[in-house]
């Protein structure tokens, strides 16, 4: 059981240039998160899912955009990257039944310069 | 808007005392309220679900309680040993599928 992973963990982008993240998880969890942090910020929503196929806004949904294709994956795009997006991103999942501790993957540091 | 305050400034204790952290809500009444661990460049962690019928919460060395009156959780840890050394975050439940976290507080434990 691998969790929750997070690919790439680190990226450095110049403004403009789009990127993909990707989190999987192998839990045949329901929910699935998108979060950044930042410093003095704590984590904030960006965009969270229900189940495959859906998808909803979080807190802070601008400049993203998320796709939910499959159960065991959440992608989370930035189409034109820029320097205010430079933060740490967490994804993490939850079973969504009778639970409802999440389970949180290692981070993508990203910075946008 | 909904509101999570925590201390924002470190907290330093004495190994084997009690380390007690405070999470203040505002705005909302969660049913529920989870702390989790952060260690440095890691996700959290989760530790401990209390609900809001529930006064008190323990699990080995941890405790937290719940005052919906307050509108406060308390997150103990007795008997503290250095590797209890990270940030703390508070996270109530909003609504069925959201959390909202605090932005943590960091607790060093001093051999």
């Known amino acids: 059981n691998a969790g929750v992973t997070q690919t790439p963990k680190f990226r450095v982008l110049k403004t403009g240039q789009s990127m993909t993240l990707l989190c999987a998880q192998d839990?045949?969890?329901?929910?699935m998160y998108w979060y950044r942090q930042d410093p003095g910020m704590g984590l904030r929503l960006i965009h969270y899912?229900?189940?495959?196929?859906?998808?909803a806004k979080g807190e802070v949904p601008d400049g993203y955009n998320v796709s939910r294709l499959k159960k065991q994956n959440f992608l989370l795009g930035l189409e034109s990257a820029a320097p205010s997006q430079t933060s740490v991103y967490f994804c993490?999942?939850?079973?969504?039944?009778?639970?409802?501790?999440?389970?949180f993957g290692p981070g993508t540091r990203l910075t946008v310069t | 808007s909904q509101k999570i305050e925590q201390n924002s400034e470190a907290l330093n204790i004495q190994e084997g005392k009690t380390a007690t952290l405070t999470c203040n809500y505002t705005?909302?009444?969660?049913?529920?309220l989870q702390w989790y661990r952060q260690d440095p460049g890691r996700g959290p962690v989760f530790l401990l679900l209390?609900?809001?019928?529930?006064k008190e919460k323990r699990k080995e060395r941890l405790k937290v309680t719940f005052d919906t009156t307050l509108k406060q959780s308390l997150f103990h840890i007795t008997a503290s040993q250095p590797a209890d050394s990270a940030t703390y975050l508070c996270?109530?439940?909003?609504?069925?599928?959201?959390?909202?976290f605090g932005t943590g507080t960091r607790l060093k434990v001093l051999a």
């Open positions: 899912s229900v189940g495959e196929g859906t998808t």
């Open positions: 839990m045949n969890h329901e929910y």
């Open positions: 993490a999942s939850r079973d969504g039944r009778l639970t409802y501790e999440q389970y």
């Open positions: 996270a109530p439940l909003s609504g069925t599928y959201k959390y909202i």
């Open positions: 209390i609900r809001e019928n529930e």
């Open positions: 705005n909302y009444s969660p049913a529920y």
